[in-house]
């Protein structure tokens, strides 16, 4: 069982930059994919971004390219999403996800766990 907590969401203006943090609990998660995904009202969850734990392979959704980075920190079992040049269609909440396979997939069902979210708002 793996527990996914999420912070560092809030408001920022566009165009700034945002840092969102995830910590994984109660194992080590070796070969395995951690994920970032959005969900604003009225839409479906959609993928921000992905990364293989150890190889440190990365995907992106096109609309967050050159903007967002995924990155991770191994001994503090950490994940982050550092968001730049912000837009209001940024606007949602974003879930950190985790799967077991080695591979930074890009589809929700994929994953077998989540966190509870953190909120993200731009102001135009």
């Known amino acids: 069982q793996v527990q996914l907590v999420e912070s560092g969401g809030g408001l920022v203006q566009a165009g700034g930059s945002l840092r969102l943090s995830c910590v994984a609990s109660?194992?080590?998660?070796?070969?395995?994919?951690m994920g970032w995904f959005r969900q604003a009202p009225g839409k479906e969850r959609e993928f921000v971004a992905a990364?293989?734990?150890?190889?440190?392979?990365?995907a992106y959704a096109d609309s967050v390219k050159g903007r967002f980075t995924i990155s991770r920190d191994i001994r503090m079992n950490t994940l982050y999403l550092q968001m730049n040049s912000v837009k209001p269609e940024d606007t949602a909440v974003y879930y950190c996800?985790?799967?077991?396979?080695?591979?930074?997939?890009?589809?929700?069902?994929?994953?077998?766990?989540w966190g509870q979210g953190t909120q993200v708002t731009v102001s135009s």
């Open positions: 996800a985790a799967n077991r396979a080695n591979i930074p997939t890009t589809t929700a069902d994929d994953y077998d766990y």
């Open positions: 990364m293989s734990w150890i190889g440190g392979s990365t």
């Open positions: 109660g194992r080590t998660l070796g070969r395995w994919t």
